[in-house]
């Protein structure tokens, strides 16, 4: 069935330094992922999204990259600061209504 | 208005108690979802509502039983749930049709069944 890896599962960085975390997903028609940020008792919430007609999107600190010949995708967080904290999924959905999730990243960002 | 509002944010029921969650968005979204989260877990889908049409039931046990009143309303139906239903349960909406898109959250109801 459809599935998303998602690694590492904890990624520990020190301040200022860059945190990669990587998902591959198992449906080729998928096209759209984003990825979700989720601080301890809140929601989540949308930090980035690409879709499979672009390689690679940044907002500020925050790049996504996908290789569609792979079936992977990534999320780059440079200078990181101790409030990108916090525990990251990455999504995959293929235009139904559904949206793979990855395991989830717990990020610790050590000052 | 980007928010979506769940009631309550807390609780406790036994299990031979009937409780309803509650979701709400003014978002215009013509799909709504209903996850559940187990700690340090992503969440699980269980229900997508589109033009308050069931659309997606993923074998959800019939203990829950969702309903959609209408475009800016969903619930969730509780009733005769095991201990191992304590979770929180996250609703989602987004538009429907068209291009997929982010899918907006509450903060979730926090449950415990006793």
């Known amino acids: 069935g459809e599935n998303v890896e998602q690694h590492p599962s904890t990624l520990s960085v020190q301040e200022g330094d860059s945190a990669v975390i990587k998902c591959t997903y198992s449906?080729?028609?998928?096209?759209?992922f984003p990825w979700y940020k989720q601080e301890l008792g809140k929601r989540p919430q949308l930090i980035i999204d690409?879709?499979?007609?672009?390689g690679e999107k940044k907002d500020q600190r925050i790049a996504v990259t996908l290789n569609k010949t792979a079936k992977h995708f990534s999320l780059h967080i440079t200078e990181t600061q101790p409030e990108d904290s916090a525990v990251y999924f990455c999504a995959a959905s293929s235009g139904t209504y559904k949206y793979i999730f990855g395991t989830g990243t717990r990020l610790k960002v050590l000052a | 208005d980007t928010e979506v509002t769940q009631t309550p944010k807390h609780l406790v029921m036994g299990m031979t108690n009937k409780k309803s969650l509650k979701c709400e968005q003014h978002?215009?979204?013509?799909?709504m979802y209903w996850y559940k989260q187990k700690a340090k877990k992503p969440p699980e889908l269980m229900f997508v509502?589109?033009?308050?049409?069931?659309?997606i039931n993923e074998s959800v046990p019939s203990r829950f039983s969702p309903e959609c009143p209408n475009s800016s309303l969903l619930n969730l139906h509780l009733h005769a749930l095991q201990p191992e239903d304590s979770a929180l349960y996250l609703c989602?909406?987004?538009?429907?049709?068209?291009?997929?898109?982010?899918?907006?959250f509450g903060e979730g109801s926090r449950l415990t069944v006793l």
């Open positions: 449906d080729s028609a998928s096209n759209y």
């Open positions: 989602a909406s987004r538009g429907a049709g068209g291009r997929t898109g982010e899918l907006f």
């Open positions: 690409i879709r499979s007609n672009v």
């Open positions: 509502y589109s033009y308050e049409k069931l659309s």
């Open positions: 978002m215009g979204h013509r799909a």
